[in-house]
């Protein structure tokens, strides 16, 4: 016969299960709130997507991991950024050292599988294009036939890059390198004529080169590339809350809340806007986050497009294809979805 010190400890035992569920469910990002920053991966072989000027951080990869760090935390700077190479994203992401990779990667979908991660959401599409170091005046690619290009080995630009010099038969010697860093180092030390990857990387050397051995970039454009951000597979928790907030700096965009207009939104009727601006709580709070965070970080740091421009616009060396970055149904290739 069980005895009432026993069923007593029983109760006792079942609610400490039942309080340690609770309060663990109620902790939806441990290693975040531990850590107390959001830790951001990116490719430091590109010079523009997270660097300091005067002692502020700047970039397009900064601004993102602002607004998670504004999502996750209710703090723009409560992130640092973690430079990681392409192969060892999927030990960064499955490690906790990042949680999510921006770093204008294109995983394929067998470098995926093998590293243990999804995408999060697109970032945006550059273009690939070519940059030489040779002086000839070329009215097309069929002028550049026979010349040594360096691409990324096993890499979506070294697809696309086979399949257009069979197509056009231009002869190609192609030189497959490692990585970006030794892409760039061949092409540095004329070891190809050319190079070619997305036209944020290429106009990031060629703006180094420019007091040194200038390069030029070429006008062809052999492809669009969408660039992704990544999460662990092992987190999907984690993968929809990154994806809900990078939805929601483009929903915000889509429906023209900026930096400027912000304040006038506050009287909304729509049930999107209501939960993307925190005027309905809950739906950001169920995914364990600030309610507040998109009106917090919109008013300083703006939208989606704010973004881009300001990071990737046309005042800059590197810029990107606007138009083709813009929303679905503007014209362009970015996607979003109502926050309901």
């Known amino acids: 016969m069980v005895n009432k010190m026993n069923i007593k400890l029983i109760f006792f035992t079942i609610f400490l299960i039942c309080f340690s569920f609770n309060a663990s469910a109620d902790q939806n990002f441990p290693q975040i709130l531990k850590r107390q920053h959001v830790a951001c991966g990116t490719d430091a072989e590109y010079s ?21 760090a504004s999502a996750f935390l209710g703090n723009a700077e409560s992130f640092k950024i973690i430079p990681v190479t392409p192969s ?16 204008n990667t294109s995983l394929s979908s067998s470098q995926e ?69 030794s892409a760039k180092a061949n092409f540095y030390l004329n070891r190809c004529d050319l190079i070619t990857s ?28 969408p660039v992704k951000a990544y999460s662990s597979a092992r987190d999907p928790e984690l993968n929809t809350a990154l994806r809900w907030i990078l939805n ?22 729509s049930k999107s806007l209501q939960n993307l601006l925190g005027i309905n709580p809950k739906a950001w709070q169920s995914l364990g986050l ?32 606007l138009q083709a970055n813009d929303l679905i149904g503007r014209g362009g290739f970015l996607s979003y979805q109502p926050f309901l």
Request: proline share 4%; hydrophobic share 40%; with cysteine.
């Open 48 to 68: 523009t997507l997270a660097y300091t000027k005067d002692n502020q951080f700047s970039g397009f990869d900064v601004d993102i991991c602002r607004a998670l």
């Open 88 to 103: 060892s994203i999927g030990q960064a992401l499955n490690s906790g050292k990042i949680d999510i990779m921006l770093g």
């Open 113 to 181: 599988l093998q590293q243990n991660v999804i995408p999060v959401d697109t970032l945006y599409f550059p273009r690939q294009i070519f940059a030489s170091r040779t002086n000839k005046e070329a009215k097309s690619m069929k002028d550049f036939a026979g010349s040594r290009i360096c691409v990324i080995h096993n890499s979506i630009d070294a697809d696309i890059l086979n399949d257009y010099n069979q197509k056009y038969a231009l002869g190609f010697k192609i030189l497959e390198t490692p990585d970006l860093a």
């Open 198 to 225: 997305n036209e944020i990387f290429i106009k990031d050397i060629t703006s180094e080169l420019k007091s040194k051995s200038p390069a030029k970039v070429l006008p062809e454009e052999i492809a669009y590339l």
């Open 248 to 269: 929601a700096l483009k929903l915000a965009q889509s429906a023209e809340i900026n930096s400027q207009t912000i304040q006038a939104f506050n009287s909304t009727k």
């Open 290 to 321: 600030y309610p507040d965070w998109a009106k917090d970080y919109i008013s300083v740091y703006g939208n989606y497009q704010q973004i881009l421009e300001r990071n990737l616009g046309p005042s800059l060396d590197v810029n990107i294809d």
